[in-house]
């Protein structure tokens, strides 16, 4: 058995003990690791929720768990007849980070007011909510046609996630490409297909930042894409975490692409001292590149800060030592011609193999706690949609551990078919652009430890009796989902056999009787036989809700029943 044989099998042992170390460590972490508080939820408001006033407030005022970040439109008030009735933008009150406050108009009319909040927590996502006081006396909540929290433009929401993905991709193409090119092969300066790989991936970069840069504004604040040139929206943006990120990565983007030219024009000349130098500068600009990320994202929140931060950036250099060197591989090392002896290009491989297995050893531990820190119990990683992206990741990610395997195994032979690894390179650079697309929907992702429950439909049956003949039976209803908002009521009417049943006339009602809201009418609509819908039931506080549901058989016999739901946010 050759010498490159039994290194082969010492390297493809201690791969495969890594991987299974993996396993077990993220195994562990999920199933033994506490449940961890939600960012950014309500602490306290005034008014307080519900709350009925002799007079008109002067102000509002919320009070969140951690600091927030206020964009336009983050906090409204809207009166009884649907009209914003606060002054100007929100603020801090009192410059404490974890408040938001806004000033009402005079002249309040008495009625019940709606105030809807919308901030950036301090992992860069937006959160939402609503309350509402009364002033004087309680009337039907109106949000003036507008949802009370409104959710944002889709458009804005997918694009604001392919600026992301474009920016991990120009860091991966341009960071590992320059990494193997001043690391193994200088001589590689000379091929033009790596030079357009790494200005190509400084390019990429640059236009996935502006573009999240201008999507940010309109992604937090529930814009459409017409407010991402809104000079107002974009100075916002600029005063917030995220977007002090961004726009430090703009100018660090500039001396990267002064040594990018550099290494495009005058590497090939220069000494081995100079290309230390300027190594040792593209390292100090890739980790500040990586913290711009890093800051303003999971990492930079929570728990653990001063461990999860360097774990991140560490993250994010594997990500594109590994994914942007197996790139240049491809390009311009395996794919024949260029610059390169065939010997010459075997050396760089097998050089960069070694270097391959380092960082898939640091992806594999930073995202296992990463993994740990976000997600913390087995039903937040099967329930929650952060979770499922989680498992999604961490699948691919051993598929591609095992193609890295099979490049291992064809490498170990004395002349190895470099044909079939670029096959097998290939393979790689295609998954790992999935990787960095779930990673994108993870960065944009609420985490699993910090999703609320996803509200459920509820369900309430109570018999009726309207006096007449034949005139008793059964109402069932279903709320969905029964949270704060717009919902849908379902109501089905059964005679005493059981059977749905058409009678003359239904209307339904909501009350809070806690909070002596209502009764708040709800549409109906018969869509079937016995069927009936409010399909915009508007829910403006949680609590024991009563659905009151008036049922009439004849022309004067009729019977009214209350069913009692839960309401959650």
């Known amino acids: 058995m050759s010498g490159g044989s039994m290194v082969g099998r010492k390297r493809s042992g201690a791969f495969r003990l890594v991987a299974l170390l993996t396993a077990a460590l993220f195994l562990w972490a999920v199933a033994a690791a506490p449940a961890a508080s939600a960012h950014a939820t309500v602490v306290s408001t005034d008014p307080a929720d519900g709350a009925l006033l002799a007079t008109a407030p002067a102000r509002i005022t919320v009070t969140f768990s951690e600091s927030v970040e206020l964009q336009l439109g983050a906090l409204r008030v809207f009166a009884p007849d649907g009209t914003q009735a606060e002054v100007g933008s929100a603020e801090h009150l009192d410059g404490k980070p974890e408040t938001a406050t806004v000033p009402l108009k005079g002249g309040l009319k008495n009625g019940t007011y709606v105030v809807s909040w919308r901030v950036i927590s301090a992992d860069s996502h937006p959160v939402r909510g609503g309350w509402t006081f009364s002033v004087g006396t309680r009337s039907a909540p109106n949000s003036g046609g507008a949802e009370a929290a409104p959710s944002g433009d889709r458009t804005v929401g997918v694009l604001f996630g392919v600026a992301r993905w474009l920016s991990y991709l120009g860091f991966a193409a341009m960071g590992g490409g320059a990494f193997l090119l001043i690391a193994f092969a200088p001589k590689l300066a000379g091929d033009v297909r790596l030079r357009r790989l790494i200005g190509g991936g400084w390019l990429v970069l640059l236009f996935g930042t502006v573009a999240a840069l201008l999507l940010q504004g309109p992604y937090a604040g529930g814009f459409g894409f017409g407010r991402a040139f809104d000079v107002d929206v974009l100075r916002a943006t600029l005063h917030t975490r995220y977007g002090r990120a961004l726009a430090w990565r703009l100018i660090l983007l500039g001396g990267v692409g002064v040594v990018v030219s550099w290494i495009a024009t005058r590497l090939t000349e220069a000494v081995v001292r100079t290309r230390q130098v300027v190594g040792a500068v593209a390292v100090v600009l890739a980790v500040a590149l990586a913290v711009t990320w890093s800051s303003a994202g999971h990492s930079g929140t929570g728990s653990q800060v001063w461990l999860a931060l360097p774990a991140d950036v560490v993250h994010l250099l594997a990500m594109a030592t590994w994914i942007g060197g197996l790139t240049a591989l491809a390009v311009a090392v395996l794919g024949g011609g260029g610059v390169l002896e065939p010997d010459e290009r075997l050396g760089v491989v097998r050089r960069f193999s070694t270097t391959a297995f380092v960082a898939v050893c640091a992806l594999a531990a930073t995202g296992v706690y990463q993994g740990w820190r976000q997600v913390r119990h087995w039903d937040s990683l099967f329930g929650t949609d952060y979770g499922r992206l989680l498992i999604i990741k961490s699948s691919v990610f051993l598929v591609l551990l095992a193609l890295g395997f099979l490049a291992r195994r064809i490498l170990a032979v004395d002349t190895p078919d470099l044909a079939r690894l670029r096959r097998s390179v290939g393979a790689e650079f295609g998954l790992a652009l999935v990787v960095l697309a779930v990673t994108a929907l993870l960065v944009e992702s609420q985490p699993a430890a910090d999703a609320p429950v996803k ?41 005493k056999n059981g059977v749905l049943e058409t009678v003359p006339e239904v209307t339904a009602s909501l009350a809070l009787p806690a909070q002596q809201l209502g009764p708040l009418p709800v549409k109906l609509d018969p869509t079937g036989p016995g069927h009936y819908t409010g399909a915009s039931a508007v829910v403006p506080v949680t609590g024991k809700w009563q659905v009151l549901v008036t049922v009439r058989t004849t022309d004067i016999d009729q019977a009214t029943v209350i069913l009692n739901v839960d309401v959650s946010k």
Not at 472 to 493: C, E, F, K, M, W
Request: charged share 15%.
């Open 455 to 495: 509200a459920k439909p509820v369900s309430a049956t109570s018999a009726f009796d309207t006096g007449s003949a034949n005139g008793s039976g059964t109402v069932n209803i279903t709320l969905d989902p029964a949270r704060v908002g717009q919902d849908q009521l379902h109501i089905y009417i059964l005679d």
